[in-house]
């Protein structure tokens, strides 16, 4: 079989920085010291592309599997699901062949993965049925249901429940899964953008959540609207300790009274989230305020704005607003607000005020460059480290006209521009091991009973950390 879509593995690094801090591992709960091909025990079930869908919904039951590979060039895969939303929900003949409905290519992922690496793909897809590879061959089948029945609190689980969650303390009760289940990860020593992308994935799944219930409460949307993540959670950055940070963008020529209906989505999605452990955000960058819910040419008018007027008011809000994702709504509101937010490379004006803002946080440094802590002897590892780095990332990526929102990614985008030198690659590697440290912090202040944050005692910190 060809053409055959492999999902990247990542293995740790040993000799980084982060390596230096304890892993406290475990070993027969430790997702990344199991290999999945032990998991994989089942041959896979085949069927030919001009099966009939009737044919391998048949298979599937005769066989007691939830999923076929189909056999053509390039390979397909159908599942259960696949046969209920795109065949029944989708009112097809039972005759229809598997190819119409098939996903295809496939995205497989070698058979010697750690399980660990096997979840954060199925929970990055949003998928539940994992093709494994050997040397290019098919060779087994991994579904989420192997892995339930291994590790009943892994975090794929907390994802699925967060989907099928039945009511608002049942999704609360599934958050609370979703932060155990990241602190579990920390604790075994997982890179942290493994984490943050877990943590993010999960809270996108609870915001589309939160908007969903709230159109089932309050009835169909008065014109299409789009719902975006703002700040850390956009870049995929989220930690144990996070905010919300959303807006709404909502279609031009909406009817009068539009916006009431709007508000109280808003409220909708602020009070569930809250709920569910995310505090609302103390500079008021959510929905619930009336402007952060506009018409899209409203905000695309704002975008050029800030570019255009510099001052610094814009230069902070541009700081704040260019990091932004769409989650949900039926409103394309990403793809312009995007071209214009690229826009900025062509004002150096606005640069040059972006990087002065960039600059205002100072490193908490002291006599001879020795780190210096608040009156509580501590340092705050987002203002004092993450935030500058992430600034920086922002700045080089708009300057390279790049469209990049991840910090990393902002800064990979920069080192191929050209734009950044080596600095961008020094960066990258200070912003992974600030974020371990940080998540850290969070996952033992949780372990004693506390409230994460990110104000680390000086006096915890080793001189090879410290530096």
Known sequence: MEEIARVPTRHPPSDRLPAVLPAQMTAQRDLFSVRVETLASRPIVTCAPDDTVTQAARRMRDRLVSSLIVDSRPPGLVTATDLRDRVLAAGLHPDTPVRQVMTTPLHTIPADSTLGEVVLAMVARGIHHLPLTRQGRLVGIVTDTDLLQRESHHPLLVRR?????????QLAACAREVTTAAARLVRAGTPPADVTRFLTSAHDALYVRAARDGEAALGPPPCPYALLVLGSGARRESTLRTDQDHALVVADGAAPGADDWFAALAEHLAATLEQCGLVRCPG?????????????GAWQEQFLRWIEEPEEDAVLAAATYFDFRQLHGELDA????????VQAAGSRRFL???????????????????????????????????????????????????????????????????????????LAAAFEYLQQLRLRHQAERLAAGAVPDDAVPLAELTALQRR
Request: no cysteine; hydrophobic share 45%.
């Open 352 to 426: 040059g005020r972006l990087a002065v803002a960039a600059l205002w946080r100072r490193p908490p440094l002291g006599f001879l460059d020795h780190l210096r802590g608040d009156h509580h002897g501590r340092i705050d590892l987002k203002v004092h480290g993450t935030a500058p780095i992430v600034d920086l990332a922002r700045l080089l990526a708009l300057d390279a006209g790049d469209s990049a929102v991840a910090t990393t990614a902002r800064l990979q985008a920069a080192a191929d521009h050209g734009t950044a030198g080596t600095a961008a690659t020094d």
């Open 334 to 341: 990403e793809a312009p607000l995007r071209r214009i937010a």
């Open 284 to 296: 008021d960058i959510m929905a619930t305020n009336p402007a952060r819910r506009v018409p899209l």
């Open 161 to 169: 429940q967060l989907d099928r969650a039945a009511g608002p303390e």
